[in-house]
């Protein structure tokens, strides 16, 4: 072991030294080649002793803060190289370990039976899925929220997603919002809101007639049990996507939704309302809201009772043509 003595350096770690007595006796000497002095450590985990100022000659001065960062520098790439030796040795030394213990790797136990126990133990620790509660569903069933939970492959509070659990279940016709809750230990809460169905839609085509909510989702077909009596009647094909616009304009104009007796969307395109009194509105395909707000036909809203058995032709832009309802009008819709 060698220890070198530290001598003056300056800030970019180079050495200087004397070269005659006065004010300026030190110049700039060819930067080190040798590593600044240290000793190496007795065993992998001391550290190395570094002089310090209490070490140094009297008179001299270690380097600068850039000569003091190149020196520590130095160290840890000399301790690094004096440990590599020891750091292969250990790593051969537990390669041949695992080799004789496993035979070659043979022995290695998998990671899919280790599974199953992983879930014994979860639910040995309160952390299994034991018991579901459903709340808040009336029209959709509990084996169809089951399913879209994934109980069949999620067992155990770390295996369920939350979130994507969440998703799938508000795809269900009926829900609207779902809320799921891991409650300790081992129990699921699942709150969902259901939709307001609005309307009926007659599907024709011998389909049974479907609700609708605010939006023209379809819920499904009408129960058997539910009562219609207060929602809209729509038939006609395309009238569920487009229902949505026809709600915002009844619920716009009162006259129009109190005398309602049903909503026919002719062609996909445009609407003709069905009223209680015998009467036919034929809404243009454009402009609904815009035709509505004129003065005359605000008028004449008003006064939809004293036009009973008639046809209110609203299709063409600034005109209105009321005329007689007949047997072959009434036909022809």
């Keep these: 072991m060698v220890v070198w003595r530290p001598r003056p350096v300056d800030r970019r770690g180079c050495e200087l030294r004397q070269v005659r007595t006065g004010r300026f006796s030190n110049k700039r000497a060819e930067p080190r080649t040798q590593p600044i002095a240290f000793s190496l450590p007795s ?4 550290k190395p002793t570094v002089p310090n100022n209490d070490t140094l ?16 520098k130095r160290v840890r790439q000399a301790v690094s190289i004096a440990l590599l030796p020891r750091m292969i040795v250990a790593a051969c030394a537990g390669a041949l370990v695992f080799f004789a213990v496993t035979d070659g790797g043979a022995n290695v136990r998998k990671y899919e039976p280790m599974l199953p126990k992983a879930v014994e133990v979860a639910r040995f620790a309160g952390f299994g ?3 579901v509660a459903v ?3 009336k029209h959709t069933d509990d084996a169809a929220i089951f399913k879209a939970l994934g109980l069949d492959t999620a067992q155990t509070f770390f295996s369920l997603d939350i979130s994507v659990a969440r998703k799938r279940i508000e795809t269900l016709s009926w829900i609207k919002t779902a809320a799921i809750t891991r409650i300790f230990p081992g129990q699921l809460s699942v709150k969902v809101t259901e939709r307001t169905p609005i309307a009926v839609w007659k599907r024709g085509d011998g389909k049974r007639p479907a609700l609708l909510d605010a939006t023209g989702r379809v819920l499904g077909s009408v129960p058997k049990d539910q009562n219609v009596a207060g929602l809209v009647r729509l038939k006609g094909a395309g009238a569920s996507d487009a229902s949505t616009n026809l709600m915002t304009v009844l619920s716009h104009y009162k006259p129009l939704s109190e005398h309602l007796h049903e909503a ?5 395109r445009r609407w003709t309302l069905h009223l209680r009194n015998g009467a036919l509105v ?3 395909a454009d402009g609904v809201d815009a035709t509505l707000r004129r003065a005359k036909v605000q008028k004449l809203l008003a006064s939809l009772a004293q036009y ?4 209110i032709d609203l299709r063409t832009p600034g005109r209105i043509s009321i005329r007689r309802r007949t047997a072959k009008v009434a036909e022809a819709g």
């Design 308 to 311: 009973a058995n008639t046809v």
């Design 57 to 72: 000659a009297p008179g001299e001065k270690r380097g600068g803060r850039r000569g003091r960062r190149h020196g520590r």
């Design 282 to 284: 034929h809404l243009p």
């Design 264 to 268: 026919e969307r002719v062609g996909e």
């Design 129 to 131: 899925l034991e018991q």
């Design 43 to 46: 065993h992998p985990f001391a």
């Design 135 to 137: 709340v808040g569903n």
